[in-house]
Protein backbone atom coordinates (compact mmCIF):
# COMPACT_ATOMS: atom_id res chain seq x y z
CA UNK A 1 0.00 0.00 0.00
CA UNK A 2 1.87 3.27 -1.23
CA UNK A 3 0.82 4.85 1.54
CA UNK A 4 2.36 3.42 4.09
CA UNK A 5 6.03 4.54 5.12
CA UNK A 6 8.20 1.43 5.25
CA UNK A 7 8.92 1.88 8.68
CA UNK A 8 5.40 1.31 9.56
CA UNK A 9 4.90 -1.51 7.28
CA UNK A 10 7.60 -2.97 8.61
CA UNK A 11 6.47 -3.49 12.17
CA UNK A 12 3.79 -6.61 13.14
CA UNK A 13 0.86 -5.19 15.48
CA UNK A 14 0.67 -5.68 18.73
CA UNK A 15 0.04 -9.45 20.05
CA UNK A 16 -2.12 -9.13 23.29
CA UNK A 17 -1.43 -12.26 25.39
CA UNK A 18 -4.37 -14.82 25.64
CA UNK A 19 -7.18 -14.63 27.27
CA UNK A 20 -7.38 -17.17 30.16
CA UNK A 21 -10.68 -18.22 28.94
CA UNK A 22 -9.06 -18.18 25.14
CA UNK A 23 -6.42 -20.93 26.89
CA UNK A 24 -9.16 -22.89 28.81
CA UNK A 25 -10.99 -23.40 25.48
CA UNK A 26 -7.88 -23.94 23.21
CA UNK A 27 -6.33 -26.78 25.60
CA UNK A 28 -9.04 -28.07 27.72
CA UNK A 29 -7.29 -27.34 31.05
CA UNK A 30 -10.20 -26.32 33.99
CA UNK A 31 -8.16 -23.35 35.52
CA UNK A 32 -5.64 -20.88 33.72
CA UNK A 33 -2.51 -18.99 36.00
CA UNK A 34 -1.38 -15.61 33.70
CA UNK A 35 1.95 -15.22 34.57
CA UNK A 36 2.48 -13.01 31.08
CA UNK A 37 1.81 -9.72 31.65
CA UNK A 38 3.85 -8.38 35.11
CA UNK A 39 0.46 -7.61 36.50
CA UNK A 40 -0.62 -7.28 40.44
CA UNK A 41 -1.84 -11.14 41.58
CA UNK A 42 -3.77 -9.54 44.28
CA UNK A 43 -5.73 -7.20 41.49
CA UNK A 44 -6.49 -4.00 42.15
CA UNK A 45 -6.16 -1.41 44.58
CA UNK A 46 -9.57 -1.27 46.69
CA UNK A 47 -9.23 2.20 47.58
CA UNK A 48 -8.53 2.90 43.72
CA UNK A 49 -11.66 0.78 42.87
CA UNK A 50 -13.77 2.56 45.25
CA UNK A 51 -12.77 5.71 43.78
CA UNK A 52 -13.55 4.65 40.23
CA UNK A 53 -17.31 3.68 41.33
CA UNK A 54 -17.35 7.13 42.79
CA UNK A 55 -16.36 8.62 39.73
CA UNK A 56 -19.23 6.76 37.44
CA UNK A 57 -21.86 9.15 37.47
CA UNK A 58 -19.93 11.75 36.21
CA UNK A 59 -18.82 10.28 33.42
CA UNK A 60 -20.77 12.73 30.76
CA UNK A 61 -18.26 15.38 31.90
CA UNK A 62 -14.62 15.51 29.79
CA UNK A 63 -11.45 14.96 31.71
CA UNK A 64 -9.19 17.90 33.02
CA UNK A 65 -5.41 16.48 32.11
CA UNK A 66 -5.89 14.81 35.13
CA UNK A 67 -5.33 17.82 37.21
CA UNK A 68 -5.58 16.61 41.14
CA UNK A 69 -3.54 13.24 40.41
CA UNK A 70 -0.54 16.24 39.55
CA UNK A 71 -1.32 17.62 42.70
CA UNK A 72 -0.61 14.94 44.58
CA UNK A 73 1.94 13.51 43.05
CA UNK A 74 3.20 17.05 43.50
CA UNK A 75 3.01 17.26 47.18
CA UNK A 76 4.17 13.32 47.82
CA UNK A 77 7.25 13.88 45.90
CA UNK A 78 7.99 17.44 46.99
CA UNK A 79 7.71 19.07 43.46
CA UNK A 80 5.88 21.49 41.96
CA UNK A 81 2.90 20.72 40.04
CA UNK A 82 4.77 21.81 36.77
CA UNK A 83 7.09 19.19 36.96
CA UNK A 84 4.47 16.58 36.89
CA UNK A 85 2.66 14.64 33.87
CA UNK A 86 0.20 12.16 33.96
CA UNK A 87 -1.06 10.21 31.04
CA UNK A 88 -2.73 6.83 29.75
CA UNK A 89 0.12 4.61 31.22
CA UNK A 90 3.82 5.29 31.29
CA UNK A 91 3.54 3.93 27.97
CA UNK A 92 0.80 6.78 26.78
CA UNK A 93 3.58 9.56 28.35
CA UNK A 94 6.15 7.63 26.25
CA UNK A 95 4.52 8.15 22.91
CA UNK A 96 3.70 12.13 23.97
CA UNK A 97 7.95 12.35 24.53
CA UNK A 98 7.99 10.75 21.10
CA UNK A 99 5.70 12.90 19.35
CA UNK A 100 7.29 15.69 20.70
CA UNK A 101 11.13 15.63 20.43
CA UNK A 102 11.98 13.57 18.02
CA UNK A 103 12.49 15.21 14.55
CA UNK A 104 13.21 13.09 11.22
CA UNK A 105 17.15 13.05 11.39
CA UNK A 106 17.49 12.37 15.07
CA UNK A 107 18.50 8.55 16.85
CA UNK A 108 16.90 6.89 19.25
CA UNK A 109 19.45 4.83 21.78
CA UNK A 110 18.58 1.70 24.02
CA UNK A 111 19.60 -1.56 25.24
CA UNK A 112 19.12 -4.36 22.87
CA UNK A 113 15.82 -6.28 23.60
CA UNK A 114 14.18 -3.10 25.05
CA UNK A 115 10.50 -2.98 26.73
CA UNK A 116 9.08 -3.54 23.70
CA UNK A 117 6.30 -0.95 24.23
CA UNK A 118 9.50 1.17 23.59
CA UNK A 119 10.73 -0.64 20.79
CA UNK A 120 7.31 -0.41 18.89
CA UNK A 121 6.86 3.52 19.90
CA UNK A 122 10.42 4.58 18.52
CA UNK A 123 10.31 2.43 15.76
CA UNK A 124 6.80 3.96 14.79
CA UNK A 125 8.53 7.17 14.14
CA UNK A 126 10.67 6.14 11.83
CA UNK A 127 13.68 7.38 13.08
CA UNK A 128 17.20 5.44 13.45
CA UNK A 129 16.91 3.23 16.52
CA UNK A 130 20.68 2.25 17.71
CA UNK A 131 21.28 -0.95 20.25
CA UNK A 132 23.72 -1.85 22.75
CA UNK A 133 24.35 -5.47 23.76
CA UNK A 134 23.65 -6.89 27.15
CA UNK A 135 26.65 -7.08 29.33
CA UNK A 136 25.58 -10.07 31.58
CA UNK A 137 21.67 -9.31 31.46
CA UNK A 138 22.49 -5.66 32.39
CA UNK A 139 22.81 -2.64 30.66
CA UNK A 140 25.95 -1.93 29.37
CA UNK A 141 26.00 1.76 30.25
CA UNK A 142 29.71 2.62 29.86
CA UNK A 143 28.80 1.25 26.12
CA UNK A 144 25.80 3.53 25.88
CA UNK A 145 27.84 6.66 26.75
CA UNK A 146 30.75 5.53 24.49
CA UNK A 147 27.67 5.36 21.43
CA UNK A 148 26.05 8.81 21.91
CA UNK A 149 26.72 10.37 18.50
CA UNK A 150 25.64 14.14 17.60
CA UNK A 151 22.09 12.85 16.27
CA UNK A 152 21.26 10.73 19.53
CA UNK A 153 18.05 12.95 20.85
CA UNK A 154 16.70 9.95 23.25
CA UNK A 155 18.20 7.37 25.50
CA UNK A 156 16.16 5.00 27.20
CA UNK A 157 16.94 3.33 29.97
CA UNK A 158 14.63 1.06 32.22
CA UNK A 159 15.23 0.46 35.64
CA UNK A 160 14.46 -2.36 36.61
CA UNK A 161 14.94 -3.46 33.29
CA UNK A 162 11.79 -5.13 31.66
CA UNK A 163 12.41 -8.37 30.49
CA UNK A 164 15.59 -9.18 32.95
CA UNK A 165 14.55 -7.63 35.73
CA UNK A 166 17.76 -5.92 36.77
CA UNK A 167 18.91 -2.90 37.74
CA UNK A 168 21.92 -0.50 37.09
CA UNK A 169 23.47 1.20 40.50
CA UNK A 170 23.28 4.87 41.56
CA UNK A 171 26.87 4.34 41.01
CA UNK A 172 26.65 3.34 37.54
CA UNK A 173 24.09 6.01 36.00
CA UNK A 174 26.21 8.75 37.92
CA UNK A 175 29.44 7.77 36.18
CA UNK A 176 27.24 6.89 32.65
CA UNK A 177 25.24 10.49 33.26
CA UNK A 178 28.72 12.57 33.32
CA UNK A 179 29.43 11.24 29.95
CA UNK A 180 25.58 12.09 28.35
CA UNK A 181 25.79 15.77 26.12
CA UNK A 182 23.32 17.84 28.02
CA UNK A 183 21.24 18.03 24.65
CA UNK A 184 20.46 14.63 24.90
CA UNK A 185 17.29 13.63 26.85
CA UNK A 186 17.37 10.50 29.08
CA UNK A 187 14.03 8.69 29.54
CA UNK A 188 14.55 6.94 33.24
CA UNK A 189 11.38 4.19 32.95
CA UNK A 190 11.02 3.27 36.52
CA UNK A 191 7.17 1.24 35.89
CA UNK A 192 9.07 -1.40 38.76
CA UNK A 193 10.13 1.21 40.86
CA UNK A 194 8.28 0.02 44.14
CA UNK A 195 9.58 -3.36 43.83
CA UNK A 196 13.43 -2.31 44.09
CA UNK A 197 13.15 0.96 45.94
CA UNK A 198 14.30 -0.25 48.99
CA UNK A 199 17.55 -2.20 47.75
CA UNK A 200 20.33 0.51 48.90
CA UNK A 201 22.10 0.33 45.32
CA UNK A 202 19.10 1.57 43.71
CA UNK A 203 18.94 4.93 42.28
CA UNK A 204 15.95 6.51 42.77
CA UNK A 205 15.41 8.99 39.98
CA UNK A 206 13.64 11.79 42.26
CA UNK A 207 16.89 12.77 43.75
CA UNK A 208 18.66 13.73 40.46
CA UNK A 209 16.73 17.06 39.05
CA UNK A 210 18.42 16.90 36.13
CA UNK A 211 17.39 19.21 33.36
CA UNK A 212 17.30 16.36 30.38
CA UNK A 213 15.86 13.61 32.66
CA UNK A 214 12.59 12.38 32.25
CA UNK A 215 11.51 9.82 35.17
CA UNK A 216 8.12 7.55 34.25
CA UNK A 217 6.47 5.36 36.42
CA UNK A 218 2.72 4.09 36.42
CA UNK A 219 0.08 2.85 38.25
CA UNK A 220 -0.31 -0.80 36.40
CA UNK A 221 2.15 -2.83 38.34
CA UNK A 222 2.74 -2.34 42.25
CA UNK A 223 -1.30 -0.88 42.62
CA UNK A 224 -2.43 -3.39 40.39
CA UNK A 225 -4.51 -0.93 37.89
CA UNK A 226 -3.13 -2.03 34.37
CA UNK A 227 -6.54 -1.76 33.03
CA UNK A 228 -7.30 1.37 33.70
CA UNK A 229 -4.24 2.83 31.83
CA UNK A 230 -2.81 5.50 34.66
CA UNK A 231 0.86 6.52 34.76
CA UNK A 232 3.13 9.60 35.46
CA UNK A 233 6.05 11.49 34.76
CA UNK A 234 8.88 14.18 36.59
CA UNK A 235 11.09 16.23 34.69
CA UNK A 236 11.76 20.04 34.74
CA UNK A 237 9.17 22.55 34.00
CA UNK A 238 10.09 22.96 30.41
CA UNK A 239 10.37 19.70 29.11
CA UNK A 240 6.31 19.45 30.73
CA UNK A 241 5.60 22.38 29.03
CA UNK A 242 6.55 21.32 26.01
CA UNK A 243 4.92 17.79 26.14
CA UNK A 244 1.31 19.09 27.77
CA UNK A 245 1.38 20.69 24.54
CA UNK A 246 1.43 17.51 22.68
CA UNK A 247 -0.23 15.17 25.04
CA UNK A 248 -3.96 14.33 24.54
CA UNK A 249 -5.82 16.80 26.19
CA UNK A 250 -8.51 14.80 27.61
CA UNK A 251 -5.80 12.01 28.71
CA UNK A 252 -6.14 10.25 31.37
CA UNK A 253 -10.26 9.60 31.42
CA UNK A 254 -11.74 10.35 34.73
CA UNK A 255 -11.65 7.00 35.98
CA UNK A 256 -8.05 7.01 35.61
CA UNK A 257 -6.97 10.16 37.47
CA UNK A 258 -9.19 9.34 40.62
CA UNK A 259 -7.90 5.77 40.83
CA UNK A 260 -4.40 7.17 40.86
CA UNK A 261 -5.10 9.64 43.44
CA UNK A 262 -6.95 6.94 45.36
CA UNK A 263 -4.37 4.33 44.95
CA UNK A 264 -1.10 6.61 46.20
CA UNK A 265 -3.30 6.67 49.87
CA UNK A 266 -3.92 2.82 49.93
CA UNK A 267 -0.52 1.70 51.67
CA UNK A 268 -1.91 -1.35 52.97
CA UNK A 269 -2.01 -2.55 49.40
CA UNK A 270 1.23 -1.55 48.29
CA UNK A 271 2.81 -3.03 51.38
CA UNK A 272 0.34 -6.47 50.62
CA UNK A 273 1.73 -6.26 47.14
CA UNK A 274 5.24 -6.08 48.12
CA UNK A 275 5.44 -8.56 50.71
CA UNK A 276 3.55 -11.16 48.21
CA UNK A 277 5.71 -10.28 45.30
CA UNK A 278 9.34 -10.78 47.59
CA UNK A 279 8.06 -13.74 48.45
CA UNK A 280 6.63 -14.77 45.03
CA UNK A 281 10.48 -13.88 43.44
CA UNK A 282 12.56 -15.72 45.78
CA UNK A 283 9.92 -18.76 45.72
CA UNK A 284 10.32 -18.95 41.94
CA UNK A 285 13.84 -18.19 41.52
CA UNK A 286 14.84 -20.70 44.23
CA UNK A 287 12.86 -23.60 42.76
CA UNK A 288 14.02 -22.69 39.37
CA UNK A 289 17.72 -22.41 40.01
CA UNK A 290 16.76 -25.83 42.05
CA UNK A 291 15.60 -27.64 38.64
CA UNK A 292 18.56 -26.58 36.82
CA UNK A 293 17.50 -23.54 35.13
CA UNK A 294 19.21 -20.31 34.22
CA UNK A 295 16.88 -17.72 36.49
CA UNK A 296 18.11 -14.16 36.10
CA UNK A 297 17.62 -12.95 39.48
CA UNK A 298 15.43 -10.07 39.59
CA UNK A 299 14.27 -6.63 40.94
CA UNK A 300 11.32 -6.26 39.80
CA UNK A 301 7.69 -8.57 39.64
CA UNK A 302 8.98 -11.15 37.48
CA UNK A 303 12.08 -13.48 36.51
CA UNK A 304 13.86 -14.30 32.94
CA UNK A 305 14.50 -17.99 32.47
CA UNK A 306 17.41 -18.74 29.83
CA UNK A 307 17.00 -21.66 27.86
CA UNK A 308 19.79 -23.79 26.09
CA UNK A 309 18.52 -23.14 22.74
CA UNK A 310 15.15 -21.41 20.67
CA UNK A 311 13.26 -24.44 20.86
CA UNK A 312 13.69 -25.45 24.14
CA UNK A 313 12.12 -22.20 25.02
CA UNK A 314 9.23 -22.49 22.43
CA UNK A 315 8.82 -26.42 23.70
CA UNK A 316 8.75 -24.88 27.46
CA UNK A 317 5.89 -22.12 26.66
CA UNK A 318 3.96 -24.22 24.27
CA UNK A 319 4.32 -27.20 27.51
CA UNK A 320 2.77 -24.25 29.80
CA UNK A 321 0.04 -23.59 28.04
CA UNK A 322 -1.06 -27.49 28.09
CA UNK A 323 -1.01 -27.06 32.00
CA UNK A 324 -2.44 -24.21 32.13
CA UNK A 325 -0.05 -22.02 32.96
CA UNK A 326 0.83 -18.94 30.45
CA UNK A 327 4.14 -17.35 30.68
CA UNK A 328 5.71 -14.45 28.04
CA UNK A 329 8.07 -16.08 25.07
CA UNK A 330 10.92 -13.43 24.75
CA UNK A 331 11.41 -13.91 20.64
CA UNK A 332 9.69 -11.04 20.56
CA UNK A 333 11.99 -8.36 22.33
CA UNK A 334 14.41 -10.67 20.79
CA UNK A 335 15.68 -13.14 23.03
CA UNK A 336 14.08 -16.10 21.55
CA UNK A 337 16.13 -18.38 24.16
CA UNK A 338 14.48 -16.79 27.21
CA UNK A 339 10.90 -16.70 28.57
CA UNK A 340 9.77 -14.23 31.17
CA UNK A 341 7.53 -15.34 33.93
CA UNK A 342 5.90 -13.01 36.48
CA UNK A 343 5.46 -13.77 40.24
CA UNK A 344 1.85 -14.53 40.61
CA UNK A 345 -0.30 -15.50 44.48
CA UNK A 346 1.41 -18.43 46.21
CA UNK A 347 -0.57 -20.77 44.74
CA UNK A 348 -0.09 -19.78 40.97
CA UNK A 349 3.50 -19.64 41.51
CA UNK A 350 3.47 -23.47 42.98
CA UNK A 351 1.62 -24.54 39.89
CA UNK A 352 3.92 -23.04 37.91
CA UNK A 353 7.15 -24.36 39.38
CA UNK A 354 4.86 -27.96 39.38
CA UNK A 355 4.22 -27.72 35.12
CA UNK A 356 7.79 -27.18 34.87
CA UNK A 357 8.75 -29.44 36.66
CA UNK A 358 6.57 -31.93 34.86
CA UNK A 359 7.64 -30.75 31.42
CA UNK A 360 11.48 -31.51 32.11
CA UNK A 361 10.46 -35.13 33.24
CA UNK A 362 8.58 -35.31 30.31
CA UNK A 363 11.26 -33.96 27.81
CA UNK A 364 13.51 -36.20 29.73
CA UNK A 365 11.33 -39.39 29.66
CA UNK A 366 11.21 -39.00 25.79
CA UNK A 367 14.99 -38.66 25.17
C1 LIG B 1 9.52 -1.19 31.54
C2 LIG B 1 8.08 -0.90 31.34
N1 LIG B 1 7.70 0.35 31.08
C3 LIG B 1 6.41 0.66 30.90
C4 LIG B 1 5.44 -0.32 30.94
C5 LIG B 1 4.03 0.05 30.60
O1 LIG B 1 3.43 0.61 31.66
P1 LIG B 1 2.00 1.28 31.49
O2 LIG B 1 1.00 0.21 31.72
O3 LIG B 1 2.03 2.34 32.53
O4 LIG B 1 1.90 1.86 30.12
C6 LIG B 1 5.77 -1.63 31.20
C7 LIG B 1 4.73 -2.66 31.22
O5 LIG B 1 4.93 -3.82 31.10
C8 LIG B 1 7.13 -1.93 31.39
O6 LIG B 1 7.52 -3.18 31.60
Redo the contacts with the bound molecule.
Keep these: MPLVPPYIEALRPYEAGRTAEEIRRAYGVETVVKLA ?2 ENPLGPSPLALAAIRRELESLNVYPDGGSELRRVLAEQFDLKVDNVIVGS ?4 IMSTIIRAFLCDEDEVLTTEAA ?1 I ?2 QVLARSRGVRYRTVPYRAWHYDLPALAAAVNERTKIIYL ?1 NP ?2 PTGTIFTRHEFDAFYRHVPERVLIIL ?1 E ?2 FEYAKDNPRYPDSMHYRYDNVIT ?1 R ?3 KIYGL ?1 GV ?1 I ?1 YGFAHEDLIHNLLKVKLPFEPSVLAAAAGVAALGDKEFLHRSLECNARGLRFLTDALAGLGLEVVPSEANFIMVVLPGEEEARHLFEELLRRGVVVRPLAAFGLPRSIRISTGADAGNRRCVEAIRDCIATRAAKE
Excluded at 89 to 92: I, M
Design positions: SNGSEGFGFANNDAYLTFSARG
